[in-house]
């Protein structure tokens, strides 16, 4: 079983300044997959980035960057140059590689931009 | 490509009737489908996963008599709550797997029981 952890309820950020998401994991699977969602208000789920536990990169989308800490299982979501269209529910997600493909969702932390 | 709608994106209905939501997969074929149900500002929780050509699989906690799903197939699945009560009200998302293992998520479906 995974266990997803998201100690940040909520989060204000100024405009333009950069916001770390905390991410932290358990699991006994040897190989996984970390995801990042944001879910603005409208509801549906935005795919932001990905990160292999066997990828050797730190994984970047754009003004997303994972900070990936394999050891410390933390998967970290940086979100550079913030905007205000960046304020929504950002969540956290592992599943194992292979298997039955379910995603293990963490509480979600709620980021507001600030003008 | 990749897209998933959902059918309806909002619902009322009164308690007591049954209530159908449609997940389609519009580009690809998906063996697998899941449904999630979110309250408000809480996380997604998994409740089936959806099967085309089989029984779902309901997670530990879900009635699978009230959660109806049926996957009959490669594009659609749906989800039919029976018997709905104000304690169904939530809203109800589902995803499709791509061949890679990958995710894609409808917009979601609002349900208001009344």
């Known amino acids: 079983a995974q266990k997803i952890t998201q100690t940040q309820p909520g989060m204000f950020v100024q405009e333009k300044e950069a916001v770390t998401l905390d991410c932290t994991y358990d699991t006994s699977d040897p190989s996984y997959g970390l995801f990042w969602y944001k879910q603005p208000s409208s509801g549906e789920m935005i795919f932001l980035i990905y990160?292999?536990?066997?990828?050797?990169q730190n994984a970047t989308e754009g003004r997303y960057s994972l900070n990936f800490q394999k050891a410390r299982k933390s998967a970290n979501l940086v979100i550079s140059a913030s905007q205000l269209g960046d304020s929504a529910m950002y969540f956290c997600a592992m599943r194992p590689l292979g298997g039955d493909y379910k995603l293990s969702f963490g509480a979600g932390t709620t980021v507001t931009v600030r003008a | 490509g990749a897209v998933v709608s959902q059918h309806p994106s909002r619902v009322i209905c009164k308690s007591g009737t049954s209530v159908k939501i449609e997940c389609r997969s519009l580009?690809?074929?998906?063996?697998?489908m899941f449904w999630y149900r979110q309250f408000p500002k809480q996380s997604l929780m998994l409740m089936a996963t959806s099967n085309e050509g089989s029984k779902a699989t309901y997670e530990q906690g879900v009635e699978k008599d009230k959660f109806l799903i049926n996957h009959a197939s490669l594009t659609l699945s749906t989800l039919t709550v029976t018997s709905a009560h104000p304690e169904d009200s939530s809203f109800y998302i589902c995803?499709?797997?791509?061949?890679?293992?990958?995710?894609?998520f409808g917009p979601g479906t609002r349900l208001t029981v009344t």
């Open positions: 995803s499709a797997r791509g061949q890679l293992g990958e995710q894609y």
């Open positions: 990160q292999g536990s066997y990828d050797q």
């Open positions: 580009d690809f074929q998906a063996t697998t």
